[in-house]
């Protein structure tokens, strides 16, 4: 249990090239071996970005999830994050139900407002200002949330989303979360009123800022009648395991361990994630070596001992 009593998850963050598929495959498979608990995708543009050196194309979310969800019998899936601009609410609602379905009950939707807003347009999507994609996801979340939920045909009016009488479902087989990837307080707040996980990464959100966005969603989470324990907090975690300690999981792995459990002590993160490594000794040790020492590490002493 942490501070807001989510179980502790790890998992992995990969951005996969069209090339690598079948070996993400594979890797996810070995990743459920070695006792991890998740494994998630990024969803980017497709178009080249101006600027960018990579220049090969990526393999499409939804198809690798749902690949890897047929190879795995344990192993949750999730996106981090789906591009809400390249996909229309009303699709990913009814492609996460269905893959949730196709899973047994283990996906999990994140969802973001969108960035490299020059591929985005490049592909036909809009080109959004910061406060219109803040309207356009909570717009995007209560359009998803209804064609989850039984009942009559679903009619909305909005500035960005619109539907007419449209039928509901298919329907997830357990109660589906929405993650959000969020940095300002404008979305940190929109996580407290209406969604069900926050989805930050490292190299965008330090640990010592991560207090401070708790602050704010719990606030939000309490204003609009929430418990602040309804939110899963979850981190992207970059780093590189080495002999010398020199930073934020700069080290060898007890180094990782006291590191991530301090986080999920004193900022409740339950959810864990590698953030975009897909080499497999490295993988193998975050599952094996790091984990467990989290779950059942010195930290984990503090929060039994009388204050």
């Given at each position: 249990?942490?501070?807001?009593?989510?179980?502790?998850?790890?998992?992995?963050?990969?951005?996969?090239?069209?090339?690598?598929?079948?070996?993400?495959?594979?890797?996810a498979?070995r990743?459920?071996?070695?006792?991890?608990?998740?494994?998630?995708?990024?969803?980017?543009?497709?178009?080249?970005?101006?600027?960018?050196?990579?220049?090969?194309?990526?393999?499409?979310?939804?198809?690798?999830?749902?690949?890897?969800?047929m190879?795995?019998?344990?192993l949750?899936?999730?996106?981090n994050?789906a591009?809400?601009?390249?996909?229309?609410?009303?699709?990913?609602?009814?492609?996460?139900?269905?893959?949730?379905?196709?899973?047994?009950?283990?996906?999990?939707l994140?969802?973001g407002?969108?960035?490299?807003?020059?591929?985005?347009?490049?592909?036909?999507?809009?080109?959004?200002?910061?406060?219109?994609?803040?309207?356009a996801?909570?717009?995007?979340?209560?359009?998803?949330?209804?064609?989850?939920?039984?009942?009559?045909?679903?009619?909305?009016?909005?500035?960005?989303?619109?539907?007419?009488?449209?039928?509901?479902?298919?329907?997830?087989?357990?109660?589906?979360?929405?993650?959000l990837?969020a940095?300002?307080?404008?979305?940190?707040?929109?996580?407290?009123?209406?969604?069900?996980?926050?989805?930050?990464?490292?190299?965008?959100?330090?640990?010592?800022?991560?207090?401070?966005?708790?602050?704010i969603?719990?606030?939000?989470?309490?204003?609009?009648?929430?418990?602040?324990?309804?939110?899963?907090?979850?981190?992207?975690?970059?780093?590189?395991?080495?002999?010398?300690?020199?930073?934020?999981?700069?080290?060898?792995?007890?180094?990782?361990?006291?590191?991530?459990?301090?986080?999920?002590?004193?900022q409740?993160?339950?959810?864990?994630?590698?953030?975009?490594?897909?080499?497999?000794?490295?993988?193998?040790?975050?599952?094996?070596?790091?984990?467990?020492?989290?779950?059942?590490?010195?930290?984990?002493?503090?929060?039994?001992?009388?204050?």
């Amino acid at each position: 249990m942490t501070a807001y009593g989510h179980e502790l998850l790890f998992g992995t963050m990969w951005d996969v090239v069209a090339d690598d598929a079948v070996r993400i495959v594979d890797l996810a498979v070995r990743a459920e071996e070695w006792g991890l608990d998740l494994v998630t995708l990024t969803d980017h543009p497709y178009s080249v970005i101006q600027g960018h050196p990579d220049r090969r194309p990526r393999i499409d979310v939804v198809p690798l999830l749902t690949a890897i969800a047929m190879r795995t019998h344990r192993l949750r899936v999730a996106t981090n994050v789906a591009t809400l601009p390249l996909r229309p609410p009303p699709m990913l609602a009814r492609w996460a139900a269905s893959l949730d379905r196709l899973s047994g009950g283990r996906f999990e939707l994140g969802l973001g407002t969108g960035a490299m807003w020059d591929a985005i347009a490049a592909e036909g999507g809009p080109r959004r200002t910061p406060g219109e994609s803040v309207e356009a996801l909570t717009e995007a979340i209560a359009v998803i949330r209804a064609l989850w939920t039984p009942g009559p045909l679903v009619t909305r009016t909005g500035k960005h989303y619109c539907l007419d009488g449209v039928l509901p479902g298919p329907f997830p087989l357990h109660k589906m979360e929405i993650w959000l990837g969020a940095y300002q307080p404008r979305m940190q707040r929109l996580i407290g009123r209406g969604a069900d996980g926050w989805l930050p990464s490292s190299p965008y959100l330090p640990p010592a800022a991560y207090a401070q966005g708790n602050k704010i969603i719990d606030q939000a989470a309490v204003e609009a009648g929430r418990l602040p324990s309804a939110i899963r907090r979850l981190y992207n975690v970059a780093g590189t395991f080495g002999n010398r300690e020199e930073g934020f999981l700069q080290g060898p792995p007890r180094l990782w361990a006291d590191q991530l459990g301090e986080l999920a002590l004193t900022q409740g993160v339950s959810t864990f994630l590698l953030y975009l490594i897909d080499d497999a000794d490295t993988v193998r040790r975050f599952a094996e070596e790091v984990a467990p020492a989290v779950r059942f590490g010195r930290w984990w002493q503090r929060k039994l001992s009388p204050v």
